[in-house]
């Protein structure tokens, strides 16, 4: 029999509210096994945890119980306190007696008889608890990031600058994502090009950094420290090894009329091609579908001209297989296409577009060459409508529920580089809010309003229709309480941004979870907001929730911060509670084998004694320091030998006894 | 209708849960964190993953006297060991095609998909559950009334 002590934290009120905290001491002190039994206002504080350390040593406890929050908030802190005083730290369980039961009953009565069962469960299951030790294995001392936009950038060159190497996985041709499409940056305006640039070419010149661009992510095995990926290299159709990136066969190619995604479609690109000037790596790259050399097996114009001799028609997909001790995921987003939102002409109107179109319109190596002209007829518009939160904080099925952080800032951005190019031009914002949080932030927006004389009006606009070459604009205005019609030339959607859609099946191959919204789910949403809750997994940008430059520069250097202090050991502690077979009663017909994902179970011949009798039989062996202890195995078992540390059958079936008491 | 009440008083239905610990267990502590309500006779059991749970361990709880059971993971695909969750899938598939030929009505057992940012949805999810059992009344057939005091 263990010697228990039970120890109920109050959490302030958080729990004596609706917890009678003095009767489920008294009542759990009457549980078999129970030798003390306490309360504390903070039992996670530093003399709670002392009162434990020290009730341990007084009392020669062998088990300890806390009824508290949630295990996923502090089990790791007490398993550090019993250890500090000389037990192990498995011999702790943890009632939670906060999230599911104080924060969510309001009646005292209720509450109490509910904590007194939950822990009278951890306290039946931690009489069969035993100790468990940690298998120790090895770090892979490299890094790997999934895309390679300003977040990947920045995460791949901190990681790289502490000494280790970093992979970037680009499905492009080229790193510098969608900030490499923006003109300038709020609130400062200075030029994207200009910041990201020299960071893009850091990233291609660091002898720590290697790029694995126009290429994805195929397969992910392994776990924290140990992970094994597979990367496909998409064919380029052009050897990387000899392209100079010197352009003559992108002027020389005939295929000329495929959209350029660069430019948001706004112009079209040949069928070879390089997405940007500045690209990094700068080499060429040929679009199969677009190309005549694939459609009929002619032209050749681009083989004929490289003089490098680059073109190669023949390349395959490549599979690279590579060790990882950790992964970032930095994959971005997208800006939705409001093709679904009729009543503002998107599909009809070529006046109508969304800010990051707009955004190629005002770059200087934009389609108009930074000339802001309507896409319809190529004249200067005289009055300008931006239409903010298109998709964004809604309730409909097409629109998203959250708010997308960026657009009211960069909306001002917009209407202030209109204005200082253009003075003579109306800029007219509809609004529900304007939400500028932020260093710097208001005063910029205060600014396109009071300097720059941009009309700001609350409220949306209902429809949009074109009448005699211009756009008629029809809106309310909610603090005039008026409804306005106003001629436009050109109409600027602020739509929502969304995680690129390929994060949904990186997360599957990562096993890391989601939101609703696709947006990647961080390990605890205050306190670590840059770890997935798959260990060695690290969120980086947009990927984990919509965010600005400065927020994902500062992220991204966090989860650099991260992955650094992983790499920099040379050994990960094992999780301890894993799965293991009794020999005795294993009769090795490999079912278990069967449905272990991580393949942490081979079969030894063993001289096993049974009822006396010696021979040699076929076992299941669990390799622990690879088993993940999910416990496929233990329920698979037909014959009962195999069992979870930590979760073992008898510590369930106690649980529920005492449960259903 | 007095009698109705002391009958409804005297009843309360218990529930257990077993929620895998990556998801619906994380569900049910931002159910927690929102001040999401459901009834206080469910009672959570966490296990790593919901392939952890044994078919023995449902049959335990309604053999002790539980008058419903459900059991929740994370959504199809997004298992944080890859595939736990579709073994369990098919192991409840076996065992509730068992309860249903001894006659246990079917609304007793429940699997639902909850994920870690799901808190409302475990709460309703749980609500509902508590609602049906409310509406079956007392297990009787699976209770082993050896076990009770």
Known sequence: MQKIGVFVCWCGSNIAATVDVAAVVEALKKQPGVVYATDYQYMCSASGQ????????????????????????????????????????????????????????????????????????????VQLNAPLYSQTS?????????GGGIAGIQTALDIADAGFEVDIVEKKPTIGGKMSQLDKTFPTLDCAACILTPKMVDAGAHEKINLYTYCEVEKVEGFVGNFS?????????????????????????????????????????????????Q?????AVIDKDACIHFKNGKCGLCVRTCEAGAINYDQTEEFITREYGAIVVATGFNQIKPTNFDEYLYNQSKDVVTSLEFERIMNAAGPTKGHLVRPSNGKQPKNIVFVQCVGSRGTSCRDKSYCSKICCMYTA?????VKDHHPEIDVTVFYIDVRTPGKNFDEFYRRAVEQYGVHYIKGMVGKVEEADGTLKVQASDLLDNRQILMDAD???????????????????????????????????????????????????GVCQGPKDIPETVAQASAAAAKVIG?????????????????????????????????????????????????????VAVVNEAICQGCGACTVTCPSGAMDLRGFANNQIMAEVDAICK | MQVNEIEKKEYTPLIVAFCCNWCSYAGADLAGSSRLNYPANVKIIRVPC???????????AFQRGADGVIMCGCHPGDCHYSTGNYYARRRMTLLFSMLDYLGIERARTRVEWVSAAEGAKFAAVMNEFAETINRLGENRKLRDLRCEK
């Open chain 1, 413 to 417: 951005k917009h209407a202030m580089l």
């Open chain 1, 138 to 146: 090895p770090v892979v001392k490299r890094a790997l990031v999934i």
């Open chain 1, 566 to 618: 992983l790499l920099a050991k040379d050994h990960l502690l094992c999780n301890a509670c894993v799965a293991h077979s009794d020999e005795t009663l294993c009769n090795g017909c490999s079912q278990c084998a069967n449905v272990c994902a991580y393949g942490a179970i081979t079969y030894e011949d063993r001289l096993v004694m049974d009822k006396g009798v010696r021979e040699t039989r076929r």
């Open chain 1, 50 to 125: 002392n009162l434990i350390k020290d009730a341990i040593k007084e009392y020669g406890l062998t088990g300890v119980v806390v009824c508290s929050c949630s295990p996923r908030m502090h089990e790791a802190t007490f398993r550090k306190t019993v250890q500090a005083a000389g037990l192990n730290p498995y011999m702790l369980e943890i009632a939670n007696i906060r999230e599911q039961c104080s924060w969510i009953h309001k009646d005292i009565k209720e509450g109490t008889e509910k904590a007194i069962i939950l822990g009278a469960a951890a306290i039946a299951k």
């Open chain 1, 279 to 283: 690209a990094v790596p700068k080499l």
């Open chain 1, 229 to 277: 990926v597979t990367i496909k290299q998409k064919p380029r159709y052009i050897d990387a090894t000899k392209c100079t990136g010197c352009g003559a066969c992108v002027e020389k190619c005939p295929s000329k009329k495929t959209p350029n995604e660069f430019n948001m479609g706004l112009d079209n690109r040949t069928a070879i091609y390089i997405p940007f000037a």
């Open chain 2, 50 to 60: 919901s392939c952890r749970v044994n078919p023995l361990f449902i049959l335990r």
């Open chain 1, 490 to 540: 050109m109409v600027v959607l602020a739509a929502a941004i969304e995680p690129d859609p390929t994060a949904r099946s990186i997360a599957t191959m990562l096993t890391a979870s989601m939101d609703t919204n696709d947006f990647f789910t961080e390990a605890h949403a205050k306190l670590r907001p840059v770890e997935s809750p798959t260990a060695g997994i690290f969120l980086s």
